[in-house]
């Protein structure tokens, strides 16, 4: 093990999903989160979706482009968050991330895409899914990173998960956000899963999850990165020039040996 330990790795296999209070010390925490700031008072005047930018609309009505935003530069995410802001991008591809992914989906680790999550004021909730509806062409192996910039907590709309959902394979989700109907979860296993600012939460792309909406007065942001152990492509930089992403749309992060799919 490079990064776990025995426990953490059991853990992770029996759950689906694993947290790590201090990922990030204060400082890399507070660089992060500044290099966020800067690129969102960038984009301040922002009044409609683009290159990645999705703003919070009126209704909750996140996925409808056209829709009114509540106020401009009032983002519920930035999706490609790696071409965006090179603080989230060192995080993401650092040693100590890749050593901890290796750890867990060996020594091939590809970038499958990165945001972050805005969850201001009233932010609005996501209903419970798999990570791994969104890519059902590709064989469920991904495994979701979430570092919290600020404490997120249950009154803040941290996430909640149903321990060892990841066992049950894909679950048909429905309507255009992709959600499971509660119907087919039992809700009584759901438990939060707070997380301090710089902590990290791990989890299986087939692990069930949700978060509340944020009922505090204060915002509560968090960067997202997913991995791959194959080379199935960049979900989010297409069209896009990276150092290091390859003319076939592949991003190896760490490649012990050539993979082919």
Same mark, same amino acid.
């Given at each position: 093990?490079?990064?776990?330990?025995?426990?953490?790795?059991?853990?992770?296999?029996?759950?689906?999903?694993?947290v790590i209070?201090?990922?990030?010390?204060?400082?890399?925490?507070?660089?992060?989160?500044?290099?966020?700031?800067?690129?969102?008072?960038?984009? #301040?005047?922002?009044?409609?979706?683009?290159?990645?930018?999705?703003?919070?609309?009126?209704?909750?009505?996140?996925?409808?482009?056209?829709?009114?935003?509540?106020?401009?530069?009032?983002?519920?995410?930035?999706?490609? #968050?790696?071409r965006h802001?090179?603080?989230?991008?060192?995080?993401?591809?650092?040693?100590?991330?890749?050593?901890?992914?290796?750890?867990?989906?060996?020594?091939?680790?590809?970038?499958?895409?990165?945001?972050?999550?805005?969850?201001?004021?009233?932010?609005?909730?996501?209903?419970?899914?798999?990570?791994?509806?969104?890519?059902?062409?590709?064989?469920?192996?991904?495994?979701?990173?979430?570092?919290?910039?600020?404490?997120?907590?249950?009154?803040?709309?941290?996430?909640? #998960?149903?321990?060892?959902?990841?066992?049950?394979?894909?679950?048909?989700?429905?309507? #255009?956000?992709?959600?499971?109907?509660?119907?087919?979860?039992?809700?009584?296993?759901?438990?939060?899963?707070?997380?301090?600012?710089?902590?990290?939460?791990?989890?299986?792309?087939?692990?069930?999850?949700?978060?509340?909406?944020?009922?505090?007065?204060?915002?509560?942001?968090?960067?997202?990165?997913?991995?791959?152990?194959?080379?199935?492509?960049?979900?989010?930089?297409?069209?896009?020039?990276?150092?290091?992403?390859?003319?076939?749309?592949?991003?190896p992060l760490?490649?012990?040996?050539?993979?082919?799919?």
């Amino acid at each position: 093990m490079k990064y776990l330990t025995e426990e953490q790795y059991e853990r992770f296999q029996q759950d689906g999903y694993l947290v790590i209070d201090d990922f990030l010390t204060p400082e890399e925490t507070a660089r992060t989160r500044a290099g966020i700031d800067k690129v969102c008072r960038e984009h #301040a005047n922002m009044t409609k979706d683009a290159d990645g930018f999705n703003l919070e609309k009126v209704g909750g009505n996140s996925l409808g482009a056209n829709g009114v935003a509540i106020r401009p530069g009032m983002f519920r995410k930035i999706q490609g #968050a790696v071409r965006h802001v090179p603080e989230v991008t060192d995080v993401f591809t650092g040693e100590k991330m890749l050593d901890c992914m290796e750890d867990l989906m060996g020594p091939n680790i590809y970038y499958h895409s990165s945001k972050v999550m805005f969850k201001p004021p009233g932010g609005s909730a996501k209903p419970w899914h798999q990570d791994a509806a969104y890519w059902r062409q590709f064989d469920p192996n991904q495994i979701t990173v979430w570092i919290a910039m600020d404490n997120a907590t249950e009154e803040n709309g941290c996430i909640w #998960a149903i321990p060892g959902s990841h066992k049950l394979g894909h679950i048909p989700h429905v309507k #255009a956000e992709l959600q499971v109907d509660e119907s087919r979860i039992d809700l009584n296993d759901a438990v939060p899963v707070p997380v301090p600012a710089g902590g990290l939460l791990i989890f299986h792309s087939l692990v069930l999850h949700q978060s509340g909406k944020n009922d505090s007065d204060k915002t509560r942001w968090a960067i997202i990165c997913d991995y791959d152990c194959l080379p199935n492509g960049a979900h989010d930089l297409r069209e896009t020039k990276m150092p290091g992403l390859r003319e076939d749309g592949v991003w190896p992060l760490r490649e012990a040996e050539k993979v082919l799919v």
